[in-house]
C-alpha cells in the first residue's frame, strides 16, 4: 500500500513536470515568428536608398557653375570700352598692358577695342606730338591698318627732314613696335622716362587733368653705342570717369 502511494506520487509529479514542458514550448516557438517580420522591416529601408537622387544634385551644380564662370570677356561700358572679367573698368596699368600684348600681337582687332570711340588714335613717331600733322584713325579704320598696303606720310625724319612715307605695317616697324617693350622695358605711369633733343609736348596736348599716359622705356639696346639707341613707347589715355580709352600712341628715340 505504501509503495503504492508513493508510485502514485512519482506519477503525479512526472506529470505536471510533462505539462510544465508542454506549456514553455509554445513561448519558446513564438520566437521563429519575428524573425522574418524583422527581415521584412529592414529589407526596405536598405534598399531605398537616394542614389538616383544625387545625380540631378550634381547636373544642376556643374550647370550653374558653367554659368557663372561665363564670359563676361565681351562687356563694355556705356563709353563703348573693354572691362575686366567682373564687368569692372581696368586701372591704366591694366588697361596698357592689354593695349601693349595686342600691339606685339598685331592683334589690330583687340587695339581697335580700346580705340576713344569719338576722338580716334594719334600716332606721333616722336615726342612732338603735332597735332596738325599727326595721323589720326578712328576704331574701324584701325582695325584694318595692319593689311592697309596705302603709302602715307607720317610727318619727317629727325635730322634728315625726308619724308616718312611708309605703310601701316613698315610704320609699325619703325616707330611703333621697334624693341621688346614688353619683355625689357622700364615701365611708368604718368612719368616721362625717356629724354632727347625732341622737345616734349605731351602734357600740353594731353593735359594731366584729363588724360593719363604709360610709358614702356629701354635705356638702350647695344652697349657699345652708349644709350644712343634707347626707346620709349607712350600710350596716352583720355580718362572718362572710371573708363580709360586710348588716343595717342607716341615713338620716342634719340636723336641727332
Known amino acids: 500500500m505504501y509503495f503504492a502511494k508513493k508510485i502514485g506520487g512519482l506519477?503525479?509529479?512526472a506529470a505536471m513536470l510533462w505539462l510544465t514542458a508542454c506549456s514553455g514550448t509554445p513561448e519558446a516557438g513564438t520566437e521563429p515568428k519575428q524573425t522574418p517580420e524583422h527581415s521584412q522591416e529592414q529589407t526596405p529601408v536598405q534598399t531605398q536608398k537616394p542614389i538616383p537622387e544625387q545625380a540631378p544634385e550634381q547636373t544642376s551644380t556643374a550647370q550653374s557653375a558653367a554659368t557663372t564662370e561665363s564670359p563676361q570677356e565681351t562687356e563694355t561700358s556705356s563709353t563703348g570700352q573693354p572691362q575686366d572679367l567682373e564687368g569692372l573698368p581696368p586701372s591704366?596699368?591694366?588697361a596698357a598692358t592689354t593695349v601693349i600684348r595686342s600691339i606685339k600681337n598685331k592683334d589690330m582687332k583687340q587695339l581697335a577695342a580700346w580705340v576713344h570711340r569719338d576722338k580716334g588714335l594719334r600716332f606721333s613717331p616722336y615726342a612732338y606730338?603735332?597735332?596738325k600733322n599727326d595721323l589720326?584713325?578712328?576704331r574701324e579704320e584701325v582695325e584694318g591698318l595692319m593689311n592697309d598696303s596705302t603709302k602715307r606720310v607720317w610727318r619727317t625724319f629727325a635730322g634728315s627732314g625726308?619724308?616718312?612715307e611708309l605703310t601701316f605695317a613698315d610704320y609699325y616697324k619703325r616707330f611703333v613696335y621697334d624693341a621688346d617693350f614688353i619683355q625689357k622695358a622700364e615701365i611708368a605711369v604718368n612719368k616721362g622716362l625717356g629724354q632727347g633733343t625732341t622737345i616734349n609736348n605731351l602734357n600740353e596736348v594731353y593735359p594731366k587733368e584729363q588724360y593719363d599716359f604709360v610709358e614702356y622705356h629701354i635705356a638702350g639696346i647695344?652697349?657699345?653705342v652708349e644709350g644712343m639707341d634707347w626707346r620709349s613707347l607712350r600710350l596716352v589715355f583720355e580718362k572718362i570717369g572710371e573708363d580709360h580709352?586710348?588716343?595717342g600712341i607716341i615713338h620716342d628715340q634719340w636723336t641727332p
Open 222 to 224: 647695344d652697349p657699345s
Open 136 to 138: 589720326v584713325f578712328t
Open 129 to 131: 606730338v603735332d597735332t
Open 92 to 94: 591704366v596699368e591694366e
Open 162 to 164: 625726308d619724308l616718312i
Open 245 to 247: 580709352a586710348l588716343v
Open 11 to 13: 506519477a503525479l509529479i
